[in-house]
């Protein structure tokens, strides 16, 4: 009966290592050729800990051999891991408080529907409260609409707006900064826009891109399914359904790859520093984040704690969608993503530091 279970314990530790490898691929291949791997890609979290969890049991079992399985597969992608789950954050020094600190925050705000919220302690919260506690230099928006547009800019003090819609909904990038440029990169006619901002701060030129990948776009059958597997509470009735979703999730996957490749050409042309705020709708294990990374830093990475959740959907809410990343030029700290119901994601931010040691882009 040991051997039995043994041999089970072994088949199944075979299949979590696979699964984690074949995440480590959902990042290089595009979901144009393979789109089955970015379900990997989503489920690396869970992956990563059955494999933690055959390493201990095998640990302590008499086939030791057996948790080399799961450590040679943790172990080449350790820096996947660090996408995923920080241990200490990184503060910002008092030595370097001072006007040359950038405060970026960015926040799929839902088209204000959550406007009156609440924090963590239950206090009702208004979204334009939160800006103002939060002090940004510079406020990345997805999902925006211009119901609130002239009180954010008036309550804020940040009276520079680039702001792009498509069907009434769009993007918006408020600065305390000057606006030197604006372009609108793409809208695919839905919700989801991407363009750049060049502010001028101080002697230097920055672009900020705002970028919002294409949305699955559940419709409510889909999002009722969804909730009721969580809650377990299901039938055999949902083939249909389940095969929607997974043809959505298909497509859209696929969308974002190549939104992710022209956004990707317009950061490797930037004749400045970027910084790049937005919802990717994707994981940090996935084609389009490592597309539109390149070789730019995540703040998270440089300066987060935790597992930096983004997406305030209940117990599937363990995927950061939302991110900020910026040129090796800057230095991250303070990186914080606040558990405030303002909306179904959760805001990011971080302060930057131009680094002086790093060479800076140059000017047109």
Request: net charge positive; glycine share 4%; with cysteine.
């Amino acid at each position: 009966m040991k051997k039995f279970f043994r041999l089970v314990f072994l088949i199944l530790n075979i299949m979590a290592a696979t699964g984690l490898l074949l995440s480590y691929l959902s990042c290089r291949i595009s979901p144009e050729k393979i789109w089955w791997l970015g379900f990997f890609g989503l489920a690396y979290l869970y992956l990563f800990i059955f494999n933690l969890i055959f390493i201990v049991i095998w640990a302590f079992s008499k086939k030791k051999k057996y948790l080399l399985i799961s450590l040679l597969v943790i172990l080449p992608g350790w820096g996947v891991t660090g996408r995923n789950i920080q241990l200490w954050g990184k503060k910002l020094p008092e030595t370097l408080h001072d006007n040359k600190i950038i405060n970026v925050l960015s926040c799929n705000v839902h088209m204000f529907l959550q406007k009156n919220g609440k924090q963590e302690n239950g206090k009702p919260l208004h979204i334009i409260d939160f800006f103002v506690e939060s002090q940004p230099d510079i406020l990345c928006m997805q999902e925006f609409t211009t119901d609130l547009q002239k009180e954010i800019s008036r309550r804020t003090d940040m009276p520079y707006l680039h702001v792009e819609l498509s069907n009434r909904t769009g993007i918006a990038t408020y600065s305390r900064f000057p606006i030197v440029e604006r372009k609108r990169i793409y809208s695919d006619r839905s919700i989801n826009v991407c363009m750049y901002t060049d502010v001028a701060v101080g002697d230097d030129t920055l672009r900020v891109f705002n970028i919002h990948l294409k949305s699955i776009g559940f419709n409510i059958k889909q999002w009722d399914l969804l909730e009721n597997a969580i809650r377990k509470d299901y039938d055999t009735t949902i083939m249909t359904t389940v095969r929607d979703i997974v043809k959505r999730m298909a497509t859209t996957a696929i969308s974002r790859s190549a939104q992710a490749g022209i956004i990707r050409q317009h950061i490797d042309r930037s004749p400045y520093a970027v910084i790049i705020c937005g919802d990717f709708n994707d994981p940090p294990v996935s084609y389009s984040y490592r597309k539109v990374r390149g070789n730019c830093k995540d703040a998270f990475v440089e300066a987060g704690r935790g597992i930096s959740a983004t997406y305030n959907i209940g117990q599937i809410s363990r995927q950061r969608i939302d991110y900020i990343l910026h040129s090796p030029v800057f230095d991250a700290y303070d990186y914080k993503c606040p558990r405030v119901s303002i909306s179904d994601h959760y805001p990011v931010m971080c302060k930057l530091k131009i680094n002086p040691t790093q060479p800076k882009s140059p000017q047109k």
